[in-house]
């Protein structure tokens, strides 16, 4: 790794993935990224002798960092990385993941060049197991309580790490620590940029934890975040809830206007039907 003080930091944890990491490699280093950048790696106590090798093997690569730990969980294993981090900018990367680099570098300099914007996240693609494009929705604090809109895999500013915390490690259930970080930031006022571009290809594999999520453990994660955010979730409950109510209303009054307009139609066409009669 250079001395030089990085902008972004890109953190990998990797548990038994190593026949991923030459695909996501090849997608962060194939590319002349118009800044510095550093790559942290962390081996969450891997069985698989190849990801061992694997990761070793990644080490040896300019601005990459591999540490190996014992298992240790998701969260914990981020968090890790964050320890290690230099960089202005966090950027989350699993391992079986790849990102489209020239999307990420744009979104860097949307930051750099407006300091209230807190992260940045794009649309993606899914691959693997499933095709398709994952557009993702605008971030909104009520929507994002009931379920998460996006993916760990977007442009963080550091600081609010420092703020705020950096990711539970207390989640009950494993992959939804980027959902409860989402809430916890947009709670404290942080503004979320949705830059509607593909920025990463999802892999869907059928062990993959989108797969694996079960709805008790979602009402369990989302149980967890309301009771840790309660005080939180109450102060801005009028912000919270007026949105959502208006959005509610004019969905009835669009609702209204279609019914009657289908209820005028099959009044006329039964009207002409009778007529010829």
Not at 22 to 44: G, K, N, R, T, Y
Not at 202 to 222: A, F, I
Not at 241 to 263: C, D, G, H, P
């Amino acid at each position: 790794m250079t001395n030089a003080a990085p902008l972004l930091s890109i953190i990998t944890p990797c548990y038994n993935h190593g026949q991923f990491l030459d695909e996501m490699l090849a997608s962060v280093h194939d590319f002349s990224w118009p800044f510095e950048i550093e790559q942290i790696i962390i081996d969450d106590g891997s069985t698989d002798e190849f990801t061992k090798l694997k990761c070793s093997r990644a080490g040896e690569l300019e601005r990459v960092k591999v540490v190996r730990q014992e298992n240790q969980g998701l969260a914990k294993t981020r968090n890790h990385a964050l320890a290690l981090a230099r960089g202005k900018y966090i950027l989350p990367l699993d391992a079986d993941n790849k990102i489209f680099p020239e999307i990420f570098a744009k979104a860097a300099g949307i930051m750099e060049g407006e300091e209230g914007i807190g992260v940045v996240y794009t649309d993606a693609r899914y691959f693997g197991e499933k095709d398709g494009i994952w557009a993702v929705e605008d971030y909104d604090i009520g929507k994002i309580l009931y379920t998460n809109q996006f993916d760990a895999c977007a442009l963080i500013r550091k600081s609010l790490f420092d703020l705020y915390g950096s990711y539970d490690e207390n989640m009950p259930a494993m992959g939804h620590e980027d959902w409860e970080l989402w809430v916890r930031l947009g709670l404290n006022g942080c503004d979320f940029y949705h830059f509607k571009e593909i920025g990463f290809s999802y892999r869907v594999l059928n062990n993959s934890m989108v797969n694996t999520l079960s709805t008790p453990n979602w009402k369990k994660s989302r149980k967890y975040i309301f009771s840790k955010h309660a005080a939180l979730i109450s102060d801005s409950y009028d912000d919270i809830f007026a949105k959502m109510s208006s959005e509610k209303e004019e969905a009835q009054r669009l609702n209204a206007i279609v019914s009657s307009f289908r209820t005028h139609k099959i009044k006329s066409i039964a009207k002409l039907i009778l007529n010829r009669v």
